[in-house]
T-cell receptor, first 112, second 113 residues
Framework: AQSVTQLGSHVSVSEGALVLLRCNYS??????LFWYVQYPNQGLQLLLK??????LVKGINGFEAEFKKSETSFHLTKPSAHMSDAAEYFC??????????FGSGTKLNVKP | KAGVTQTPRYLIKTRGQQVTLSCSPI?????VSWYQQTPGQGLQFLFE???????NKGNFPGRFSGRQFSNSRSEMNVSTLELGDSALYLC????????????FGPGTRLLVL
């Protein structure tokens, strides 16, 4: 069975500081992993996707994530937070049957 | 390409009524998935349709149903609405192959009074 755990429902960073959002997964098959971002009153937008081609995945808006099989993790990072990064972030895993499993989300607050 | 569109964007209903939500996927996408998002439960998977057939189903009561048309457009219906059905309903489309990216629409905000 597949599942996703996001540690920390709320994360607060100062503008310019490192952003680290944690995601751990459980998958019975080699996983395809995703990070999505949701701005208020909008749908989810794809940030990046891991497909086993490379363990470090670069996404939009300066975000990247590293797949670590030994730790079953796929943490999202950004070197320098911007006010516009304030949103909710979701980690997800996709199984062989095109079914997505989403984490509970992490709300990122960026302080000026 | 145009993105995923959902109509209506906002809806207010009263308990006991029924509601139908519509989703138009990205051109060429054959899979449409529906999710319910609430502050307390987060994102919950409702069902997925592929080529007019329900392929995956979440753990929701039978009051929640859906269908997909030959042009891949999908509708979701909720009968006998309850207060707890108030939520943001998101639709996502994909090519439908294993492990493809899902692309989300803006959602329909349903308020049940």
């Amino acid at each position: 069975a597949q599942s996703v755990t996001q540690l920390g429902s709320h994360v607060s960073v100062s503008e310019g500081a490192l952003v680290l959002l944690r995601c751990n997964y459980s998958s019975s098959v080699p996983p395809y992993l995703f990070w999505y971002v949701q701005y208020p009153n909008q749908g989810l937008q794809l940030l990046l996707k891991y497909t086993s081609a490379a363990t470090l995945v670069k996404g939009i808006n300066g975000f990247e994530a590293e797949f670590k099989k030994s730790e079953t993790s796929f943490h999202l990072t950004k070197p320098s937070a911007h006010m516009s990064d304030a949103a909710e972030y979701f980690c997800a895993v996709n199984d062989n049957f095109n079914k997505f499993y989403f984490g509970s989300g992490t709300k990122l607050n960026v302080k000026p | 390409k145009a993105g995923v569109t959902q109509t209506p964007r906002y809806l207010i209903k009263t308990r006991g009524q029924q509601v139908t939500l519509s989703c138009s996927p990205i051109s060429g996408h054959r899979s449409v998935s529906w999710y319910q998002q609430t502050p307390g439960q987060g994102l919950q998977f409702l069902f997925e349709y592929f080529s007019e057939t329900q392929r995956n189903k979440g753990n929701f009561p039978g009051r929640f149903s859906g269908r997909q048309f030959s042009n891949s457009r999908s509708e979701m219906n909720v009968s006998t609405l309850e207060l707890g059905d108030s939520a943001l309903y998101l639709c996502a489309s994909s090519l439908g192959l294993a492990r493809e990216t899902q692309y989300f629409g803006p959602g329909t905000r349903l308020l049940v009074l």
